[in-house]
């Protein structure tokens, strides 16, 4: 099918590059606009508003998150929405990545991953209640799972020790 990609408009490039760090709200907000000029308001008032939070992402620190994000997590499907991307707005760099590979780690019965990417972070985690096999593997620092489930360099997140939704449900151990 001839189906021509257009280009992204300046609201569709601003909600997927800030998609991370708004809150539900906010999101909402910023699609309910419709001319360029009312997001570029809405971006001025959203980062003055942060400017002023002791402690929170900068409009600076975040366009370099951005920056390094687009060139080392680019999503395959281009809508500029990869798990890997997402958590890098949200968190920042990681302490450390490591990678793993496999050449097929079974992952419940029709499924096996070639490639897993942990990446750690230094704050104290959040727990998930249930058990996973992450627990084992770094118990008590905030991380984040992503596998490689087809070989084809697409990580999909399959853990987060901050977030549940976040956590894919063959990574619970089954008793």
């Known amino acids: ?3 021509s990609m257009a280009p992204k408009t300046f609201k569709e490039i601003t909600l997927d590059d800030l998609y991370p760090v708004l809150t539900e709200g906010e999101y909402q907000a ?14 001025e008032q959203y980062w003055q508003e942060r400017d002023s939070i002791p402690g929170a992402l900068t409009k600076e620190e975040y366009k370099l998150r951005l920056t390094y994000a687009n060139e080392h997590y680019p999503d395959r499907r281009m809508d500029g929405r ?11 760099p990681p302490v450390s990545i490591m990678k793993k590979e496999f050449s097929d780690l079974k992952f419940e019965t029709f499924s096996t991953i070639k490639s897993l990417e942990i990446w750690l972070y230094a704050s104290p985690a959040g727990m998930s209640s249930l058990p996973t096999y992450a627990d084992e593997i770094y118990p008590g620092e905030m991380r984040f799972m992503f596998g490689d489930i087809t070989g084809n360099g697409n990580y999909q997140i399959l853990f987060s020790s901050e977030d549940g939704k976040d956590i894919d449900s063959r990574m619970y151990k089954h008793r």
């Not at 990869?82 to 920042?92: M, P």
Request: charged share 30%; with cysteine; net charge positive.
């Open 1 to 3: 099918s001839g189906c």
């Open 30 to 43: 910023l699609r309910m606009l419709d001319t360029d000029d009312q997001i570029s308001k809405y971006l």
């Open 82 to 92: 990869s798990d890997r991307k997402r958590i890098y707005l949200q968190y920042g």
